[in-house]
Nanobody
C-alpha cells in the first residue's frame, strides 16, 4: 500500500484546509485509515481515523472542528479541518492499518505541512 498525502499549506487562524490521502497498491485491504500530527521533538499523535465500515475516531482537540471521511471506491480519505488555530500546526501524516489472522500491517505516507499563522 502506498499513501500519497496532499492539501497542507499556510492558513490564517479561523481558516480551513482539506487534507487528502490517496491510497494505491493493495489499498482495498485497508481496515483503518487516518491522520496523525507531529510536532518537532514529539511523537506522532492521532488526529482522526476512519474504518472501512465508516466508524470514526477523533482526538478531543479536533472533535467538532475536523471531519474525516472516506471514499472507498476511490481509496481516498479526506480530513476537513475548520476553525483552525495555531495549535493545529504540524506535519500531518496519512496512516493505514490492515490486519490478517496472523499479522498487522502498518503504512505511512509522506507528511504534509500545515501552518496556522497570521
Amino acid at each position: 500500500v502506498q499513501l500519497q498525502a496532499s492539501g497542507g499549506g499556510l492558513v490564517q487562524p479561523g481558516g480551513s484546509l482539506r487534507l487528502v490521502c490517496a491510497a494505491s497498491g493493495t489499498s482495498n485491504s485497508i481496515d483503518i485509515i487516518g491522520w496523525y500530527r507531529q510536532l518537532p521533538g514529539e511523537s506522532r499523535k492521532l488526529v482522526a481515523s476512519i474504518s472501512s465500515a465508516g466508524r470514526t475516531n477523533c482526538a478531543d482537540s479536533a472533535n467538532s472542528r475536523f471531519t474525516i471521511s472516506r471514499d472507498n471506491g476511490e481509496n481516498t480519505v479526506y480530513l476537513q479541518m475548520n476553525t483552525l488555530n495555531p495549535e493545529d500546526t504540524g506535519i500531518y501524516y496519512c496512516h493505514a492499518l490492515h490486519w490478517t489472522l496472523k499479522s498487522k500491517f502498518e503504512y505511512w505516507g509522506q507528511g504534509t505541512l500545515v501552518t496556522v499563522s497570521s
